[in-house]
Structure formats: C-alpha cells, structure tokens
Nanobody
C-alpha cells in the first residue's frame, strides 16, 4: 500500500510564509511526478504546482513567483514553499503522486494525501 502524508499547514497572516511537506511511503517502485493541488470551499480542486522526476516544474499562474515546489527523491518527499500568502490562497492543500508500485509497475497510478488546511487571514 501507498501512503502520502502531508504536514505544514496552518494559520498565517497575509504576506506570511508556510512550507508544506508530503512524504510518500509504502510499496513504491518509482515516482514519476509529485504535486500539490488545493480546494477552497465551494470550488473545484485545482493544480497549484507539480514536478516530475526530470525536475521539470509547472505552476498555476496565480502562484507563480510566490510558491516554489521542490523534491527530495531519496526521501520520496515533495515540498511547497509558499511566500507572500494571500487570503485567496486559503484552501485545503492536497499532495498527489503518480507512481509505480512493486505490485503493478505496468502503468503509473495517482495517489492522494489526506489534505492539510492553509488559512490566510489577519
């Protein structure tokens, strides 16, 4: 089985910073991509940032220049450094990974973490 465990959410004032972490563990053969999504109340889940095993990155326009995604392949961990936070960044942030397991490495499958709440307010 595969588990993605997020940490680092919380309450922060506008302009502040938070760093989210997501560690993948379990029966993992190889991870292709890891990323962060978020979902605000009443809205659809949206991609925030992603990174592949080739170190390419992708960001939502709304976070470019403020958020930075990074990855520690040895630890199967992805981070999201969030700076200059705005109230509209308030959401539950979910970690996602596309990976192969030892049970089935014929195709990549997506796994999700349980989510961590980020609340930006003065």
């Amino acid at each position: 089985q595969v588990q993605l465990v997020e940490s680092g959410g919380g309450l922060v004032q506008p302009g502040g910073s938070l760093r989210l972490s997501c560690a993948a563990s379990g029966n993992i053969f190889s991870i292709y991509a890891m990323g962060w999504y978020r979902q605000a109340p009443g809205q659809e889940r949206e991609l925030v940032a992603s990174t592949t095993s080739g170190d390419s990155t992708n960001y939502a326009d709304s976070v470019k220049g403020r958020f930075t995604i990074s990855r520690d392949n040895a630890k199967n961990t992805v981070y999201l450094q969030m700076n200059s936070l705005k109230p509209e960044d308030t959401a539950v942030y979910y970690c996602n990974a596309a990976l192969l397991t030892y049970d089935d490495y014929s195709s990549f499958k997506a796994y999700w973490g349980q989510g961590t709440q980020v609340f930006v307010s003065s």
